[in-house]
T-cell receptor
Framework: EAQVTQNPRYLITVTGKKLTVTCSQN?????MSWYRQDPGLGLRQIYY???????DKGDVPEGYKVSRKEKRNFPLILESPSPNQTSLYFC???????????FGPGTRLTVT | GENVEQHPSTLSVQEGDSAVIKCTYS??????FPWYKQELGKRPQLIID?????GEKKDQRIAVTLNKTAKHFSLHITETQPEDSAVYFC?????????????FGPGTRLSVLP
């Protein structure tokens, strides 16, 4: 089954404790993105990647890191999480830059 | 950078009526405009998209129109059904050699009343 998976689905952590949210797709897509979703603000792009080892900042990259060492994986790293990073996070992938983005199920992160 | 505004923020219609959601964007270089539907507790899913070289696109009960001069685009849903109830997001993107930087609107919560 073609899909985008994210882990964990839910995470409660404390300020400053490094964490990684994994994202994996099995559709051989070149393009992948991370978004955060907050009430009233829609989806905001954090980082995107055009291929292995090629990434670029979206609109809200501060406090986040990404890596793309393999085509299928695009982990999101929070080196020192803060409460303002409490949000719902979505990973997405697409075959073409102007093609349909397939979203993962989301990761709800709470930073206390 | 790009800024996308979306109106209305909430919309209630009677089943069978039409619904229209409007978005405006600021960057004239934007060339790809998708619409996503997000049901409660679920992930966003693409329902229709349009590229800057096209003025209108239809898919059954859904249509999108684009006015590049005015920098706005709209989603039209006809013969609405209860299953159309969801949050709808528009987005604008500049598709180029460096990938896909998407900017989404804040969303419209559509309620279709039976």
């Amino acid at each position: 089954e073609a899909q985008v998976t994210q882990n964990p689905r839910y995470l409660i952590t404390v300020t400053g404790k490094k964490l990684t949210v994994t994202c994996s797709q099995n559709m051989n897509h070149e393009y992948m993105s991370w978004y955060r979703q907050d009430p009233g603000l829609g989806l905001r792009q954090i980082y995107y990647s055009m291929n292995v080892e090629v990434t670029d900042k979206g609109d809200v990259p501060e406090g986040y890191k990404v890596s793309r060492k393999e085509k299928r994986n695009f982990p999101l790293i929070l080196e020192s999480p803060s409460p303002n990073q409490t949000s719902l996070y979505f990973c997405a992938s697409s075959f073409l830059p102007s093609g349909e983005q397939y979203f993962g199920p989301g990761t709800r992160l709470t930073v206390t | 950078g790009e800024n996308v505004e979306q109106h209305p923020s909430t919309l209630s219609v009677q089943e069978g009526d039409s619904a229209v959601i409007k978005c405006t964007y600021s960057d004239s270089a934007s060339n790809y405009f998708p619409w996503y539907k997000q049901e409660l507790g679920k992930r966003p899913q693409l329902i229709i998209d349009i590229r800057s070289n096209v003025g209108e696109k239809k898919d059954q009960r859904i249509a999108v129109t684009l006015n590049k001069t005015a920098k706005h685009f709209s989603l039209h849903i006809t013969e609405t059904q209860p299953e159309d109830s969801a949050v709808y997001f528009c987005a604008a993107s500049i598709i180029g050699n460096y990938g896909q930087n998407f900017v989404f609107g804040p969303g419209t919560r559509l309620s279709v009343l039976p």
